[in-house]
């Protein structure tokens, strides 16, 4: 009997270590390599929704470190488990893919504020453990790619955290100092972790004079996560323009070398190094996760030869490894259209600099012109959404903006790219995580014509987390409010006006894929009859035969019309069409007909701040 | 101010300052926040467990009682039956081996009140009686020892012995043959039951949160008696009944006829389990223990110590038997070595027992005290039931080998997500700041346990053990990050169930256990943990763990074997797999062998495997893969045990030398530059001892 005993423990203890070995843990494939696809078909199909992942919902209370829902500038919990809970609203709203804060490990806070945005790069090579770990990553993208959704990371090569500071006085530590008595002598304030820029680079003074180039010394603080960056390459001090910080950014040296406000360490993006560093980094995030698109910040501060780099070298591994049509767009924070449009047009620099160019590269590829794929259109927000529908002013402007985008915008596709012009894939907004929300200032008229519009122009629209909500933040960091607040309701009108747009978008290809052509632009912001009024038709291209007319009547004062000495709006359908708003106004129901007359006009006439939709009767 | 479920929690990851696992209470958990506002504690006590230099652990694995305790020898006589003119046999499980609970009971309170008849004088001058001086051989005069009964010449041993000894460099002085043969001293309890108060945190919160060692029994002399004992001093000839360990109570029926006399009789009682060491990894730092799972070698534990004070009385007006136990428990660091006066102190036990209470077999107790099962000693572990309880309970053995016992008990672990205190201005318009409790909630924990003991012939037995256990921690409210809002915190609940089969030989201390438990809820976290790895609704519903284990110990002549395992499965409340949920186990024996009676020597092989459910990028950079951490570990450990054979022979002084292999699983548990990330070999070269006597947690109460 004790032999049986012995030997029924020594299979025991076989079974034990046998489980041992091999686990019972079930990862459900997440720790498996991704296989990387093409999960969007055409790019102008997608209505992209902006998320802020600390702001958007808490699916994990595992990771609320540090939390403080108190106070806007603090981690408040959101994370990729919650946004992953939450596709299921994403997708009754219509949104076909959302981008997302960035991925990576963050600088986690900096004198009482919080890296809850992801814009303080420590860390490249490590998920931001607030968000979640690489399998909550996974998990998210992968429900969402089943759900039909596609997602774009945030990615940020301008720059890192508040990770050195310049040891000026060279005490090896670093301070904040006044001197100056302000009577008899000036104050100067030198502040070690920010000084002003210095096109020198930051020099080290002692009270004889100066002393070359100030060094830079990496803090070592992990509770706030102020650790030297990673991967290695860019602990060089070299890696870094180390200039100060930007106080003019209408001065280029400044705007493209200085450090960004609030301490952001600038990369020299020149380098091959850095150029390197950084398509190893964000290659790598695609590679292990399948997302299919990158919105890059502050491109406008880095060197024009870095996208020249990151775009091709980026497009050529992914497609290496079956990742085709991935989308880059980039954030120029600018109301020029020349400024804003020269990151997508393909143009080959001198030859010299083109030679110096191919110094970084490691394949048989050399440089060529191609850039981004896309940015935000900037200028229409100031011109068009600032100025027309939140301030009334006249609709010509945008007939003006949209004439001139084939000259400052790429017309041409990059290779390897999304197969469409850049022209064609402008990133159309209302507000972001940077302006005070539409309803800050506007009203939700005003909110609703702008959503009509960025919903069916040329372009990809993108929706800021909580328009639907009518959340109305001023600037930062007013604007990040948790969408959980809103108890994610879909009942609301806001809700159910951008779900229609979104289905109408996505019913129309007139709406997606058609050329655009302005009908009828007004100077005029009186009394006049068309006062406000702003139409383009949507037809052609790779619509077929879908048409959309667009009506818009910006004016906050009285009803308008398309009409001006009696002469009515000429559209381009066929005389007797009946067109149908499928929309609906104040003034008329969703159904509402319209007859195209023999001449080819339509009248049509708006209340104020409404607009109208639409289609042909045979394509409702 | 905190959040609930945003408190540092530990994490079975290596911790910054600590080791990668921690009893269950850290296993389970995230990366501690350690920086969560004002939370310093944690982060404070493994520095100090770093800085110990003895054994150099995280504050978790100071040897304080976790979830896996000591048995809870308290509760049951464990004195061998045997007629008292000869001797019966070891005490395996002895629970079981008893025969009627009464006739149990009268031995051991003949050898008690023996013991205190001929020490009258001493306790009388003295108070206390300092069982341990006299203990071995009070317990096991009467007994004698197996000699080695495999047929080795003893020449072979005599030369062996001294050749040992050419080798020791610790002088061992005195010939072995001039030694006198004591009675094995292993409690066969069939468990290897040990009271050991030591612990081994599991979290630097939970600084009471690992297992005690198992309780030691003082060892029931042997049926067969082989050659007489002898003794390097004359004592009192112990009853033929070998006293049973601390937990039975005294009856009269047991202590030997006394003329009519006073109506109360007590006396003193000490006894003590102790371990110390001294360690270094070959390079100069001192040992670390190395261990990545939650329950691994002891060999490398911390330093630790229990001293108990018992006083044990007789009402003979009522019949009813009382003992007060008192048992201080000190740990790290010791003064010898950073000459700091700063070991941390705790008090383990300190209740009153009172037995014979209505009725023969039942007993009540109310106060805090180490309440376990039993335990598997290489492990440091108490699979089954192990509390750490301030509380109350009944106990009643049945004549039929039935013992069934149920109590219930509360804690307050000191952490935000029981407690939250507030700054309020003084009432009545005082000057000065007032402090309040606003969240305030303890842990209600109750348990029952049944279990029935079978003989199997003359000396072996076998145990049924079912278990289990509620938990339950009100809602309450507590006041956010901005004053004046509050916020609901949710009532928690958690279950377990187990179970447990043991055997036994009855011939020394072999035997065998087979546990098994399941924890739900707020029960599968440690009972000081403070939950993490939340729910969405922020409760912990949906943590669960299973725990299987294994363990033994053969014995036979001048060999010895101990063996253990376990396996646990652990998933925090969060739905999503994470680095929180841990797969893991470890496989152990330790042979050994006694070239005499008092020297000997074991060796230890361990393999041990944590899975955690997240993925780490492999050192080549390929793709990240779920985190597979194991370590082998091997040791050598020569001794001396004065006490004579077995397994659980106390005290004894050892040599240690183990080296552990780290793979790249292993060795990402812990932070960068902290020498268990950077090398793959771990040695461990030291020296220690570890004793029990008389105390009511490790066997030999009496």
Partial sequence: ?620 | MADVGEEPRETGLPHPLGEPHAARARAEEPFAARGHRGELRAGIALGKGRQHGLLVAAAEQLDLPGPNELAEQVDEPRAPTFDPVEQGPREVNGGLNRRVGAEHLEHRSVAAVARVLEHRVEVAEGLVKVQGEDQPRACHAAGDRRRIGVGFPDVTMRLSAWLFGLVLACGLGHAASSRADEPDRSEAEGDGKRDDAERTPATAEDDEARPAKAKRRDVVPDASPAEPAERSSPVPAPPATAPATSPVPITAAALPPVAPGPEHRGAFHFGSYGRVAIASDGTGRPARESDIVAYGSRLDTTNYVELELRREDRWEKVGIDTRIISTLAIANSIFHFDGKFDSQIAVRNLYIEASGVGTKGVSVWAGSRMYRGDDIYLLNFWPLDNLNTLGAGVRYEAPTRTVAQVHMGFGQPDSPFYKQRASRPAPLNQFGAATIDLLDRQRWIGSARLEQGFRLGDKAGMKVVGYGEGHRLPAGERESAREGVFEAVPAETGFVVGGQVGAWTGERNTHLNLFVRYASGLAAYGEFTTPGGLGVDRTTSGARELQVALGGNWEGGPLAVMLGGYFRSFRNASPALDAGDVDEGIAIVRPQVWFTDWVGLGVEGSYQVQHRGALVTPEDGGEPRPLVATMPRFGVLPFVSPAGRGSFSRPMIWLIYTIGLRDAGARALYPVDDPYNTRATEHFLGAGAEWWFGSTSYGGGL
């Avoid at chain 1, 992990?222 to 200039?243: G, K, T």
């Avoid at chain 1, 290779?415 to 939700?444: Q, S």
């Avoid at chain 1, 052609?540 to 667009?550: E, M």
């Fill in chain 1, 1 to 620: 009997m004790i032999g049986r005993t012995w030997q029924r423990g020594a299979r025991a203890v076989l079974g034990m270590l046998g489980l041992l070995t091999t686990g019972c843990m079930s990862f459900d494939g997440l720790d498996e390599p991704v296989a990387l696809q093409a999960n969007v078909a055409d790019w102008r199909d997608q209505v992209i929704y902006q998320i802020l992942v600390d702001r958007f919902a808490n699916g994990d209370t595992s990771n609320d470190f540090n939390i403080d829902t108190t106070s806007q500038a603090r981690w408040h919990g959101g994370d990729w488990a919650g946004l992953e809970a939450k596709l299921p609203y994403l997708q009754e709203l219509g949104v076909t893919a959302v981008w997302i804060s960035p991925v990576y490990k963050n600088v986690d806070t900096d004198a009482n504020v919080d890296g809850y945005h992801g814009y303080w790069p420590q860390d490249f090579t490590q998920t931001n453990l607030h968000y979640g770990d690489l399998m909550a990553l996974r998990r998210m993208v992968r429900e969402a790619h089943e759900r039909g959704i596609a997602v774009i990371i945030d990615v940020v090569t301008n720059h890192v955290g508040q990770l050195f500071f310049y040891d000026i006085n060279l005490n090896g530590h670093p301070d904040e100092s006044v001197r100056g008595s302000g009577e008899q002598s000036d104050v100067l304030h030198i502040n070690e972790y920010d000084p002003d820029f210095d096109p020198r680079g930051i020099q080290s003074e002692t009270s004889l004079g100066e002393a070359g180039p100030a060094p830079i010394i990496f803090t070592h603080d992990p509770a706030s996560n102020h650790l030297p960056p990673m991967p290695a390459v860019l602990q060089r001090p070299e890696m870094y323009n180390r200039r100060g910080r930007t106080v003019n950014f209408e001065e280029p040296d400044q705007l493209l070398h200085g450090d960004f406000p609030g301490g952001l360490k600038d990369l020299d993006t020149t380098r091959c190094e850095v150029k390197q560093a950084m398509v190893e980094s964000y290659a790598r995030w695609v590679e292990l996760t399948d997302v299919d698109g990158f919105r890059i910040d502050t491109i406008k501060h880095v060197d024009r030869e870095f996208w020249r780099y990151f775009a091709q070298k980026i497009r050529q591994r992914l497609a290496r490894k079956g990742k085709t049509n991935f989308f880059m767009f980039g954030e120029a924070f600018d109301g020029r259209p020349d400024l804003v449009g020269a990151y997508t047009k393909s143009e080959l620099p001198a030859a010299e600099q083109l030679s110096r160019e191919n110094e970084c590269v490691e394949d048989s590829l050399g440089i060529t012109g191609d850039q981004l794929d896309g940015v935000f259109h900037f200028p229409q927000y100031y011109q068009v959404i600032r100025d027309v529908f939140r301030d009334g002013m006249s609709t010509d402007r945008i007939e003006t903006l949209w004439a001139d985008r084939a000259k400052h915008y790429g017309t041409t596709a990059n290779e390897l790219g999304t197969g469409l012009a850049p022209i064609k894939t402008l990133v159309n907004f209302i507000d972001n995580h940077d302006v005070p929300r539409f309803l800050f200032e506007g009203d939700v008229d005003g909110l609703r014509l702008a959503l009509l519009f960025v919903m069916t122009e040329d372009g990809l629209p993108c929706i800021y987390y909580g328009t639907e909500q009518e959340f109305r933040g001023g600037n930062d960091p007013a604007n990040r409010e948790d969408l959980w607040l809103s108890g994610y309701a879909t009942t609301g009108s806001t809700f159910r006006y951008t779900q229609a747009l979104a289905r109408l978008r996505q019913r129309h290809a007139a709406l997606r894929r058609g050329d655009q052509k302005v009908v009828w632009a007004s100077n005029r912001t009186g009394s006049e009859q068309d006062a406000g009024i702003f139409a383009f038709e949507r037809s052609g291209g790779d619509a077929g035969s879908s048409y959309a007319l667009v009506v818009l009547n910006a004016s906050g004062a009285h009803p308008s019309s398309p009409v001006f000495n009696g002469a009515p709006m000429k559209v381009g359908v066929a005389p007797g069409t009946v067109l149908v708003d499928v929309l609906g106004n104040k003034g008329a129901p969703s159904g509402t007909k319209y007859t195209v007359s023999g001449s080819g006009t339509l009248v049509i006439e708006l209340p104020p701040k409404s607009g109208a939709l639409l289609i042909p009767e045979s394509q409702k």
